[in-house]
């Protein structure tokens, strides 16, 4: 009988229920050890692609002369040497496809943050150094395509000709719109024509017009900050049209429609006084989007919370260097199986992947007579 209901519930596509989280255990071989001697930096972006490959943004400029000390002149051992910033691998961890870097005709990053790969299979990048205020889009095997913003000093929220210090990005497919959590340095969502770069539209928190005053240290005893504060770290837009922005150390998810109008917000570990608590946020891939799953680098952990009121539902994941513990858990994305992947800044380097356990259905499945 058992059979017969899980093999009816696979046929007609049912989903999990409400308040079911998932459970994962991490995958310790994945990814396989890289080439050509090559060595990652600060992973500081993971997105996942329509074929389920999983592209790592990383820095290769953090890496130490210990660690890159095959590169240096005179070479000071047999290993290693950078890896390019835009890693790609398959599900098994092998590396498919490397590039990036500076190039002509556009302003490569001054420090990598951001990877996401749009529907049409377009890859952007985001960059949160001193000069950067730019987004840039590429095909899947580096070739340029735009430039939104322009490296420089910085601004301010009100500028609408360049970014500040942006961290995320994300194109919604129903519009083909490209929403940038910016950032590091301003303090807004904005969003543009992703085919043209025009600009469209931004906003503060609770939908207000953006403000850069100092806010100073997060109290969690205070009243809510009635802006965002630094890092407006991602952004990330549901198929139902609502729009959930991190705002990290505010330790917060504010929820809009795509307009900018303000929904509801809910906090997420609201005593936390590092470096916050929202630092990614990803939608679970059933039909509903039931879940969110939230990245938190101060507390090295990763969550599963309920979509509708934030309600923390799961969670795995500690500070430590073990497989499955974290440094600084930065970015997360998950393919359509429901495998999580990771990635890890500071001097966690690295990008992991958990893997799903159990029977969910996570799509509606087409059945034939």
């Known amino acids: 009988?058992?059979?017969?209901?899980?093999?009816?519930?696979?046929?007609?596509?049912?989903?999990?229920?409400?308040?079911?989280?998932?459970?994962?255990?991490?995958?310790?071989?994945?990814?396989?050890?890289?080439?050509?001697?090559?060595?990652?930096?600060?992973?500081?972006?993971?997105?996942?692609?329509?074929?389920?490959?999983?592209?790592v943004v990383q820095r290769p400029r953090t890496l130490?002369?210990?660690?890159?000390?095959?590169?240096?002149?005179?070479?000071?051992?047999?290993?290693?040497?950078?890896?390019?910033?835009?890693?790609?691998?398959?599900?098994?961890?092998?590396?498919?496809?490397?590039?990036?870097?500076?190039?002509?005709?556009?302003?490569?990053?001054?420090?990598?943050?951001?990877?996401h790969v749009d529907h049409k299979g377009f890859v952007w990048l985001a960059g949160n150094g001193e000069t950067d205020g730019q987004i840039l889009k590429f095909d899947q095997d580096g070739?340029?395509?735009?430039?939104?913003?322009k490296s420089g000093p910085q601004t301010n929220s009100a500028d609408t000709s360049r970014l500040g210090k942006p961290a995320h990005v994300q194109v919604?497919?129903?519009?083909?719109?490209?929403?940038?959590?910016?950032?590091?340095?301003?303090?807004?969502?904005?969003?543009?024509?992703a085919e043209t770069g025009a600009y469209k539209r931004h906003w503060g928190a609770y939908g207000k017009p953006p403000t850069d005053e100092a806010l100073g240290p997060f109290?969690?005893?205070?009243?809510?900050?009635?802006?965002?504060?630094?890092?407006?770290h991602c952004v990330q837009v549901a198929r139902d049209g609502l729009v959930y922005v991190c705002d990290r150390t505010n330790n917060r998810v504010q929820v809009f429609r795509t307009d900018g109008s303000f929904v509801?917000?809910?906090?997420?570990?609201?005593?936390?006084?590092?470096?916050?608590?929202?630092?990614?946020?990803?939608?679970?891939?059933?039909?509903?989007?039931?879940?969110?799953?939230?990245?938190?680098?101060?507390?090295n952990e990763v969550r599963t919370l309920d979509r509708d009121t934030g309600a923390v539902l799961g969670r795995f994941g500690r500070n430590g260097r073990q497989a499955g513990d974290f440094h600084w858990v930065h970015n997360l994305a998950i393919?359509?199986?429901?495998?999580?992947?990771?990635?890890e800044v500071d001097t966690g380097k690295r990008a992991q992947k958990f893997l799903l356990q159990g029977e969910m259905v996570l799509r509606k499945r087409t059945t034939t007579p």
């Open 1 to 55: 009988m058992r059979l017969l209901a899980v093999l009816f519930a696979l046929a007609c596509g049912f989903q999990a229920r409400a308040g079911e989280a998932p459970t994962f255990r991490v995958d310790p071989y994945w990814p396989k050890p890289l080439p050509n001697d090559w060595i990652m930096g600060q992973a500081a972006g993971v997105s996942v692609d329509a074929q389920d490959r999983i592209w």
């Open 64 to 115: 130490t002369d210990d660690e890159k000390a095959a590169s240096l002149t005179p070479p000071r051992s047999k290993c290693c040497r950078p890896a390019p910033p835009v890693l790609v691998f398959d599900q098994e961890g092998n590396l498919v496809k490397a590039w990036g870097g500076p190039g002509a005709g556009y302003d490569w990053p001054a420090n990598e943050h951001g990877i």
């Open 172 to 193: 919604d497919p129903a519009t083909n719109e490209l929403y940038v959590a910016d950032g590091y340095f301003n303090h807004r969502v904005i969003v543009f024509d």
């Open 335 to 343: 393919d359509r199986k429901g495998n999580v992947f990771t990635t």
């Open 264 to 299: 509801k917000e809910y906090f997420v570990e609201r005593e936390t006084r590092a470096n916050g608590s929202v630092w990614e946020l990803a939608l679970w891939p059933d039909d509903a989007q039931s879940f969110l799953i939230n990245a938190d680098g101060a507390n």
């Open 143 to 149: 070739k340029f395509i735009l430039q939104i913003g």
């Open 219 to 232: 109290d969690p005893a205070a009243p809510p900050a009635q802006q965002f504060r630094n890092p407006v």
